[in-house]
Structure formats: structure tokens, C-alpha cells
């Protein structure tokens, strides 16, 4: 029906075309000239025009209808795409069935991206699995933090000195 409905409309937009295109030329007939020396001819070219304009009119409207009803079926595709990518987060993500907690991390998630450098216009993604990649590398950066402090820690500590030998003597196992 969808395809039907764009070969209608290209149609309709062909047929629009070419209406304007003809009412042009039936524009450039109709003069003071023509309505002077032969009234008639210029009644019947004034009554094709006016035919013509009415037609005109009706394909407009018609691809109005048209492009509002593809409008909305891509604002209903929309909304269906979005529901299904939030049940996919939801399955992929439990803890965001809660709305406080899901709130929260997808502030930090923003704002992790902002510091990555992306622009509000790139943080808004729709793709459920957009979102749980940057939740995991976000969690990677902060893993990756928390183990350079680890590290600075122990190096920061004192060495501890050990001497030199061995100072567990081993006991005889008896066969010596």
C-alpha cells in the first residue's frame, strides 16, 4: 500500500507539473487582445484554464493528505522504534527499570560524553545498545582511574627491606 501510495503521489506531483506547466501557456492565450476579437475563443480558453486551476488545486490537496498521512506513519514508526530500544535497555540495563536510578546514570552518561567531547545534538542517542556501550566505557574509564591510584598508592609505600640469605634452614627429610 506504501509503494502505491508514492507511485500516487509521484503521479499526482507529475500531473501537478504539467497542469502548471499547460496553464502557463493558456495564460499567455488568454489577453485583452483575445477578449476583444474573438470573445468566444477567449470564454472557451478562460473555461479551460479555470478547469485546469481547479484541478490544479484538488492534486495539491491531495498530495497534502498524502504527505501528512506519510507523516504521520513516520512519526508512528518513530515512536515504535522508541519503544522497542527502551525495552531492549530495560532488558539489557535491569537497574533502569527504576526511574531514579536510571535518571541518574544517564546524567553521568551525558556528562561523561561531554567530557569525551561530544555536543548535545550527539548525546541524544536512540539505539538502546549506543547507550550501553558508553555506559561500559564510561565504567572502563573509571576502572582504568581507580587502578592508576592503586598503582600510586603502592608506589608511594615505603620498600620493605629483606636480608640477604636464606633464613629458614630446611630440616633434614631423613634420607641424608
Known sequence: ARTERDTYAQKLNNFAI???????EQAAVLTEELAATDPQEYLIQKHIFDKRQAQL????QELGRIGQQQQQE?????????TEQQEQLLAKLPDWKD???AKAEAGAIKE???AQGYTPQERDFTDHRAIVMAKKAMQYDALIERAGKAVKKVAALPVKVERS????????????
Open 18 to 24: 504539467a497542469t502548471q506547466s499547460a496553464m502557463q
Open 57 to 60: 488545486v484538488q492534486a495539491q
Open 74 to 82: 513516520q512519526a508512528d514508526a518513530q515512536r515504535a522504534y522508541l
Open 99 to 101: 526511574p531514579a536510578k
Open 112 to 114: 561523561y560524553l561531554a
Open 165 to 176: 640469605g636464606n633464613t629458614e634452614t630446611s630440616k633434614p627429610d631423613g634420607r641424608t
